[in-house]
């Protein structure tokens, strides 16, 4: 699996990284599962073109004890298995990387 990784955080900073991400409103129904959604934008072609049938699509991201780890594989809140659901695109990859930075930052957790 593809994924970016951010370890070594203590434990009241993961706690205060599920909260934000909680009340964005990305809660999973697993614990620790967070589906941050992902700007039309930023989709494939293939994703775009399935954007009705298969959409809304998101990147699963994921809090343990001492880290959080973004996937990049594209999933879809419809369908498990399609076409449409791949790996990130190096744009998507890199703005979402960003954006998990810049929320790390914005909660002054340092890394």
Not at 20 to 40: E, F, H, N, Q
Not at 44 to 65: M, N
């Amino acid at each position: 699996m593809r994924a970016y990784t951010v370890d070594e955080l203590y434990d009241e900073d993961v706690a205060k990284i599920g909260e934000c991400l909680a009340r964005k409103g990305w809660s999973g129904p697993v614990t620790g599962m967070y589906y941050v959604p992902i700007p039309d934008d930023l989709l494939g072609p293939e994703q775009r073109e399935h954007s009705e049938s298969c959409g809304p699509f998101f990147l699963p991201l994921e809090i343990g004890d001492n880290w959080v780890r973004l996937e990049f594989l594209v999933r879809s809140r419809q369908i498990l298995r399609c076409s449409c659901v791949a790996y990130a695109n190096s744009r998507l990859r890199e703005d979402m990387i960003n954006g998990l930075d810049n929320l790390i930052k914005s909660l002054d957790i340092a890394v």
